[in-house]
């Protein structure tokens, strides 16, 4: 069972992000304060939960929550400012939209800038150990792909509805054989095994 918090009297926010590792579109970063004594036994690392479990918990940790946001850095900031650059101000403009300022925040990860000189703790694979962090976890992925499947309308023949833009092997196909679209992260290295182009 995750944790309900890290310390037992300060205002604590999870952070976490979605997109990181993809070669087409934004990076996601959400921010939620949960109640002290918030239990939710389904609640859990993003990437453990199937896609109608995360859709169904996005809607209870948006009612549950004290609050919560969800920013996105786009794919030209990216290429511009790397994408853990990225990833760590995705997750500042979400602290920076939360309703209640937090006294602490908790980063799922090992890296992290300081935001407006509130203590952090960088906490490898926390969207598995702390209810907040999960929760962000599950916000920002469901957002993030929520915000493909739209994009996938525009560009289906990347199977962005499918992978997310993930670099699975029909969408790096795709892109060494038509090219990439304004979506794509054009510091992102596209390879391909001579195994997998049959």
Request: charged share 25%.
């Amino acid at each position: 069972m995750l944790k309900s918090s890290f310390s037992n009297h300060l205002i604590e926010a999870g952070c976490d992000e979605a997109g990181r590792g993809c070669l087409a579109g934004p990076v996601f970063a959400a921010a939620v304060i949960l109640p002290k004594d918030y239990r939710n036994l389904l609640l859990n690392d993003s990437k453990k939960l199937t896609a109608s479990q995360r859709d169904n918990l996005r809607h209870v940790i948006e009612n549950d929550a004290l609050a919560w946001a969800v920013e996105m850095v786009d794919n030209v900031e990216i290429d511009k400012i790397n994408i853990l650059n990225a990833s760590i101000l995705a997750m500042h403009k979400s602290l920076g939209n939360l309703s209640v300022a937090p006294e602490l925040i908790l980063v799922d990860g090992n890296r992290f800038k300081p935001y407006h000189k509130i203590p952090h703790h960088c906490i490898i694979k926390g969207d598995g150990l702390f209810l907040s962090i999960a929760a962000a976890s599950v916000l920002a992925k469901t957002y993030r792909d929520e915000y493909m499947e739209k994009l996938n309308e525009q560009h289906p023949e990347y199977g962005w509805k499918r992978n997310k833009g993930y670099p699975t092997l029909e969408h790096r196909r795709k892109i060494l054989l038509v090219g990439s679209t304004p979506y794509h992260r054009l510091t992102f290295t596209v390879q391909i095994k001579d195994s997998e182009i049959r």
